[in-house]
């Protein structure tokens, strides 16, 4: 049976919360509220950026910068998404679709070795959101600009935290996965700013400049 611990008053409320805004905002990245507020306030029309993981978020994205690659792994939501960027007319998107891989071995994935089409330090920002999220992650620590953002969405789900989030990591917890802590090493020191609406968390780190 699948725990239901989460089911409080608070988590209850959040939810509500979370699927008001969600039909609302019907054409909004699938984010938190505050972390697509700050998005939109960031991105330039001149940015580039991956995102791993397609849906609403590839055609928001698409209409604010100058070119995205989006990687996705369900071949049904890909043709979705596909006949959403031809309706909104956007043609700065590469989409790349990668099935996930029967062996089971994500380091081999061509899903994850799309971040070897980037050079390196050439990216504004890289979203992190769909399958063999550690390793996505850890591709393209080193192909981020200087300044440039890594965005993890469900990210209390694999790093300390002190989300109110169901199945958080505790902040007195260790990352997940040891990929995770491997990124976690990484990324730790860096400027974060970390959103959550009480369902999910989003957190938004930026490469140091130095």
């Known amino acids: ?26 054409d909004v990245a699938w984010l938190t509220p505050d972390a697509n507020e700050i998005l939109d306030g960031i991105l330039c029309k001149e940015d580039r950026g991956v995102e791993f993981g397609s849906g609403r978020s590839t055609v928001w994205f698409a209409k604010r910068i100058a070119f995205l690659d989006s990687v996705e792994h369900q071949a049904g939501w890909f043709d979705k998404v596909k006949e959403m960027l031809a309706a909104a007319s956007l043609d700065n998107v590469k989409y790349h679709l990668h099935l996930r891989d029967s062996d089971h071995d994500p380091s ?63 902040l007195d917890g260790k990352p997940v996965t040891p990929v995770w802590q491997e990124v ?17 968390d989003t957190a938004i780190f930026f490469k140091p400049c130095v």
Request: glycine share 4%.
């Open 1 to 26: 049976m699948r725990p239901i611990r989460h089911l409080t008053p608070r988590y209850i409320w959040n939810r509500i919360i979370e699927k008001l805004y969600r039909r609302t905002h019907p």
């Open 108 to 170: 081999v994935s061509g899903y994850v070795h799309v971040a070897d089409d980037f050079e390196k330090e050439s990216l504004d920002f890289a979203l992190v959101d769909g399958i063999y999220r550690e390793y996505c992650a850890r591709a393209v620590l080193e192909k981020l600009k200087p300044g440039g953002m890594l965005i993890i969405d469900n990210v209390n789900l694999y790093l300390p935290c002190e989300s109110v989030a169901p199945n958080s990591v505790p």
């Open 184 to 200: 976690y090493d990484v990324i730790h020191p860096w400027r974060t700013i970390w959103t959550s609406n009480g369902v999910s």
